[in-house]
């Protein structure tokens, strides 16, 4: 076989892996946009797949139902957001910057539109589909708190308190507010400057409350 006949077999066997992953990536992209605009029952497989331009069967062989879909474009959006995290460490070295670039980071990333119409899509389906809320806590706001569990252990002496505690405490001190705000209406949108001095100031309450 020739190099342009290897060639030309390759180009038109079976995708690359990155083709896959590009691939998935907008079928992901495209039911999430489904989704915050029509909402989860409001929204078909049939749809989805029609303007993902892929085969129904090909929704269920990789993600296996509508629920899973569902999660799977949490988890993206999740995966993207901890991937902007720094490190956990083996020694302390600075925990208060550690703290004020994640909680910059979540506090702009809830307050984002699309993460907004997310939450309101979750707590309005949650009292008929209650997997639903389970799928989405799980595959986003857990797996943020759990890397915050990491970097914080990472900087607590022996016998400090819970780790988890702190984590979820954390979180909460950054989010709730402004969120609860935002997705109220009545909170204006806030530019990197204001995130910074809201965040330094949560991050110092929570500091102090290690030390007491």
Do not use: W
Not at 42 to 48: F, M, N
Not at 199 to 204: E, G, I, P, Q, S
């Amino acid at each position: 076989m020739t190099d342009l006949m290897k060639k030309t077999v390759g180009k038109a066997g079976r995708p690359s892996r990155g083709e896959m992953a590009g691939r998935r990536g907008q079928l992901l992209a495209k039911a999430l946009e489904l989704f915050t605009k029509q909402g989860f029952a409001g929204t078909s497989l049939d749809q989805i797949a029609s303007q993902a331009h892929v085969a129904k069967r090909t929704i269920y062989e990789q993600f296996g139902g509508k629920e899973e879909l569902f999660a799977a474009t949490i988890e993206q959006a999740a995966t993207a957001l901890i991937s902007r995290f720094p490190t956990p460490k083996a020694r302390c070295t600075d925990l208060k910057q550690d703290l004020q670039e994640i909680g910059c980071l979540v506090l702009d990333h809830v307050l984002q539109p699309r993460s907004l119409a997310i939450y309101r899509l979750v707590v309005g389906e949650s009292g008929r589909q209650p997997k639903l809320a389970r799928l989405f806590y799980e595959h986003g706001p857990a797996r943020v708190i759990s890397c915050v569990v990491s970097l914080i252990a990472s900087y607590l002496p022996e016998g400090a308190p819970e780790p988890v505690c702190l984590a979820r405490d954390f979180i909460a001190q950054v989010v709730l507010e402004k969120q609860q705000r935002a997705l109220m209406g009545f909170a204006g949108k806030m530019d990197r400057a204001e995130i910074a001095d809201e965040v330094a100031r949560n991050v110092t309450n929570f500091l102090a409350t290690l030390q007491k």
